[in-house]
């Protein structure tokens, strides 16, 4: 529980966007993903993402180029998360699996600029 409390905590769940914190979730990503793919394919060269509020125009490729990178990220957290999960199942004592610190091991969080 502390693994999967933590993996959905702001430590991980986030990304920075010059000095804006953010975190776009799964269905987001791949929302945006095949939207600004249709955009492309329509011969549009800017999008628009909302994030916290504030409406940014960027370019196509821009936008996916930030969108792949934060997947990538929220794939890396994902398999450290698993890891956590695994390596605390294999731990054969009340005081190893208390002393064990699955907050060790994320990347850092996404710094992104426009």
Known sequence: AEVDRYDKSMDVNGFYL?????????????GLANSIAIEKAADKTETTLYLNGTALTIGIEQAQHMLAALELYALDCYRKTEEHKMTINALTTIEEVENYDCTQGYPEQLRLEL
């Not at 010059?18 to 791949?30: C, N, P, S, Y």
């Open 18 to 30: 010059g000095e804006q914190h953010a975190w776009l979730d799964k269905a987001t990503r791949v």
